[in-house]
């Protein structure tokens, strides 16, 4: 039994963690409903709260919105192909190399993004002094840099689902007739779908919110949203980017909540796998 | 479905030897068990069988056809894991299905076989559930269903019941032998658990060290172990070093620490051979006064005297040190420890055993 003194300690240490976490949200679209004069500084609680910054978030914002969404959709499923085959082989083979080369797997992480930006946009220099092709501020520049930040999160979570895996269900689908193939689409990959979902939600959220590497990617209108929110706030800040901000933390929760009706978050966040036992 | 032969089969891993030169033949319809202590190779015959791991050497068939080097998915067997192996992402009902989907049945085929073997494992109200919401005895027949759904050419079972509680093992011990004899399906099971193997088996395998120890059924292994290690392994047994002093056509005559004992003259043996003389504690009765007619008779003290219920187990230390282990009825068995008693048993109900 808890002692009076355990509840209450209890109890303000979790509303301390919940205010510490949640407060810059609040504040954020809080003030995003300011509804008085311009102002360069933010007011919270906003006075004569209305919409009026919402109608004025600019065209280019959404813009951005949009690449961001489809990069980061395509960067993570370009990464998913590339981390469920490495982390199945090097889970299930026994190589000299093998922590050498799933150490590369998981390098990126290790590398700051912005290092990593710089490296990029280097190497598409190189390429463009050699071959004439500019990637900096492509689609497909844009998207080779987010598949490597965004490959390790993925690589990661299923390795770990996969170390739990059960070998006995793959047996218990070969005794039942099914080949190699067959094996892994009906019972290995449905099996660890909760760590190959998981990891793509990481790597969907990385890709989406990444400054550091992004920004030198991008050329004039070809940016990313967080680049377009960071020149925002640097150029010319107004309440407008709060409110484009509240959308777009509107919608992450609005994802999440279909994400846990359609999964179940408690799957995700388990990243469960092997068994459901 | 048919019968199995192993010849000659060897297993190596390294310098260790799995399995030993193994040569065993296992009847159409059959229920054959291989049992022995863990390490003892039975694992390694099965999945041998299975085809999960091939042999050195040696060819394994089933009927006719050599499936030796031949991959499991192509050896038409049905395979039951200890802790069952149900996919968790489908239903019980889809589990079942899984290999019948692969063999290519027909939609209305796979229903009416999954609802077959559904009443024939008695969960048809389960067939929507996932694995984790069925309970271990329930698991366990959907396993099996799933194994057999195809009618496999032999049914392989690892040590099925080995997580189930007691009570519910021994249900599922009738439960699995009613299954394949109502399909007549040839079945090898693995059990390092003698008394589940005695309950459920035609043949029984005895294993030891990658070799086979005996083969026979459940009464012939008990009722006649050839070696010391058999003995010992299926129920209890009293074991004493004796040698022998002579033997003529009827009876052959034991010298046990300058105790006579005779037996059933059955081996040709020589004078002064050293033997092991098994006697199950069953057929041990114990007097306190010296018995009248010709059976043997050993003094003792009682040192222990344990009420189970259906029997009494007594041990008695015998005047040179060894312990016997008596099982008599309760009933007119009032001994208590420290008792002097005689421990006495006809000459039919003992064996000699070379090693």
């Known amino acids: 039994m808890q002692t009076w003194t355990e509840k209450i300690i209890m109890f303000i240490w979790c509303g301390f963690s919940y205010v510490f976490l949640l407060s810059p949200m609040i504040v954020v679209m809080g003030a995003s409903l300011h509804g008085g004069e311009f102002s360069a500084a933010i007011k919270f609680p906003p006075d004569e709260p209305s919409f009026q910054w919402y109608s004025k978030i600019p065209a280019e914002q959404f813009e951005a919105l949009g690449l961001s969404l489809i990069v980061a959709a395509v960067a993570t499923f370009i990464a998913a192909l590339i981390a469920i085959p490495a982390a199945l082989g090097l889970v299930r083979s026994n190589f000299k190399l093998k922590f050498a080369v799933s150490s590369v797997f998981r390098a990126p992480l290790q590398i700051p993004a912005i290092v990593s930006g710089i490296a990029f946009l280097q190497l598409y220099y190189l390429i463009f002094d050699t071959s004439g092709l500019m990637l900096a501020g492509t689609i497909p520049g844009m998207l080779l840099g987010h598949v490597f930040i965004a490959t390790p999160f993925l690589f990661g979570t299923i390795v770990a689902v996969l170390q739990r895996f059960d070998h006995r269900l793959e047996e218990a689908s070969y005794s039942l007739g099914a080949g190699r193939w067959r094996t892994l689409y009906r019972v290995t990959l449905p099996t660890i779908m909760p760590g190959i979902y998981s990891g793509g939600l990481y790597a969907f959220m990385v890709s989406f919110a990444d400054v550091p590497m992004s920004i030198f990617l991008t050329a004039p209108g070809f940016v990313t949203y967080p680049v377009e929110l960071f020149y925002a706030m640097e150029n010319d800040f107004d309440p407008s980017i709060l409110a484009s901000s509240s959308l777009v933390i509107v919608f992450c929760l609005a994802m999440l909540l279909i994400v846990q009706k359609v999964v179940g978050l408690e799957t995700l966040l388990r990243s469960g796998g092997g068994s459901a036992r | 479905m048919s019968g199995v032969t192993l010849d000659k089969i060897v297993k190596r891993y390294g310098p260790t030897v799995a399995v030993d030169d193994i040569s065993l033949n296992i009847k159409e319809g059959e229920f054959l068990t291989l049992l022995g202590p863990s390490g003892c190779g039975k694992t390694t015959t099965l999945r041998l069988i299975s085809g999960f791991i091939q042999p050195t050497s040696g060819a394994i068939h089933f009927g006719a056809k050599d499936v030796t080097g031949i991959a499991p998915q192509h050896r038409q067997i049905g395979m039951v894991f200890q802790d069952y192996a149900l996919f968790p992402h489908l239903t019980v009902s889809e589990n079942i299905s899984f290999g019948l989907v692969e063999r290519k049945y027909e939609k209305q085929a796979i229903k009416e076989r999954v609802d077959e073997l559904l009443a024939l494992i008695k969960l048809e109200n389960a067939a929507e559930r996932y694995p984790s919401e069925i309970s271990g005895g329930q698991a366990q027949r959907v396993a099996v269903a799933r194994a057999v759904a195809h009618p496999p050419s032999v049914l392989l079972m690892d040590e099925p019941l080995g997580a189930l509680d007691l009570k519910l093992r021994e249900t599922m011990q009738i439960e699995l032998r009613r299954i394949q004899q109502e399909l007549g399906i040839t079945a090898v099971y693995v059990t390092h658990d003698q008394s589940e193997a005695m309950n459920m088996s035609d043949r029984i395998v005895v294993m030891n060290s990658g070799v086979i120890e005996q083969i026979g059924s459940p009464t012939d292994i008990y009722t006649n172990p050839q070696s010391v290690f058999v003995a010992n392994f299926i129920g209890q047994v009293n074991i004493l070093n004796c040698h022998v002093v002579k033997n003529d056509r009827e009876t052959t005559e034991l010298n046990y620490q300058d105790n006579k004992i005779l037996t059933r003259s059955s081996n040709k043996l020589k ?85």
């Open chain 2, 271 to 355: 004078t002064r051979t050293k033997i092991y003389l098994a006697i199950r504690p069953e057929d041990i009765k114990i007097t306190s006064k010296p018995p009248t007619k010709s059976q043997n008779s050993l003094k003792g003290i009682v040192s222990e005297a344990l009420f189970s219920g259906n029997v009494m187990k007594i041990s008695v230390t015998i005047d040179g040190g060894d312990i016997m282990k008596v099982e008599c009825p309760p009933k007119a068995n009032s001994f208590v420890s420290g008792d002097q008693v005689h421990v006495n048993w006809m000459p039919e109900d003992c064996k000699i055993l070379l090693g």
